[in-house]
């Protein structure tokens, strides 16, 4: 199963990308994990990145195109894979479906996590401080003046996937506000519904 998890910047995709994993054995593909690690490894893409992503701004096209497409060539991603984070402008939405087609893949579903903007900026918060509590490294992005700008730039540069993918009958909404569980519940009876294996 090839699948896209869309949504703001809190909306629960990397929790809920972790779940979908065990249920499909399939590996979460999150662009945010994979820059972070970058930048963390201080590779040449990372010193690139570092700036923009603490400015809470999007790292370039080119740059997260050329990620995913070494990433899915891997073979843990034969059967297929949940893309995390990305795509998030409507040139990555190109990207991933030529990238796709020269393989001979297709998507199965888009599922959107739909949420109210105002628990958004309250649940990234949370992680910071859950993310402390546990010892771990929080998040340079991950505070409320931070989040402003990744706010402003999903709705500049990534909702318009949501009419782009709506467009081509591939788009689910699902509730996101509601607990973990059931979020996780709506998305794999959506997948089932779909009929995505
Ligand atoms: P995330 O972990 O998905 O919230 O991503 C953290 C940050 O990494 C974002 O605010 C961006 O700076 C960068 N990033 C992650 N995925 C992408 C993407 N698909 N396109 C551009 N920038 C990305």
Not at 44 to 56: N, R, T
Not at 71 to 97: E, H, K, M, S
Not at 134 to 162: C, H, M, S, W
């Amino acid at each position: 199963m090839r699948l896209i998890l869309l949504g703001p910047p809190g909306a629960g995709k990397g929790t809920q990308a972790q779940r979908l994993v065990e249920r499909y054995n399939i590996p979460q593909l999150s662009t945010g994990d994979m820059l972070r690690a970058a930048v963390a490894a201080k590779t040449p893409v990372g010193v690139k990145a570092k700036a923009v992503m603490d400015a809470g701004e999007l790292v370039s096209d080119a740059i997260v195109n050329a990620i995913v497409a070494e990433r899915i060539d891997q073979p843990d991603c034969a059967n297929g894979f949940i893309l995390d984070g990305y795509p998030r402008t409507l040139p990555q939405a190109d990207a991933v479906q030529a990238m796709l087609a020269e393989r001979n893949q297709t998507l199965d579903a888009v599922v959107e996590l739909v949420v109210d903007d105002k628990a958004l900026v309250g649940r990234i918060v949370n992680r910071a401080r859950e993310a402390q509590a546990a010892g771990q490294p929080v998040r340079k992005d991950d505070n409320p003046e931070v989040f402003e700008e990744r706010l402003r730039e999903y709705y500049k540069k990534t909702a318009p996937l949501i009419g782009y993918y709506y467009a081509k009958g591939m788009l689910k909404g699902v509730d996101g506000m509601a607990s973990i569980d059931e979020v996780t519940g709506a998305i794999e009876a959506t997948l089932d519904a779909a009929g995505a294996k």
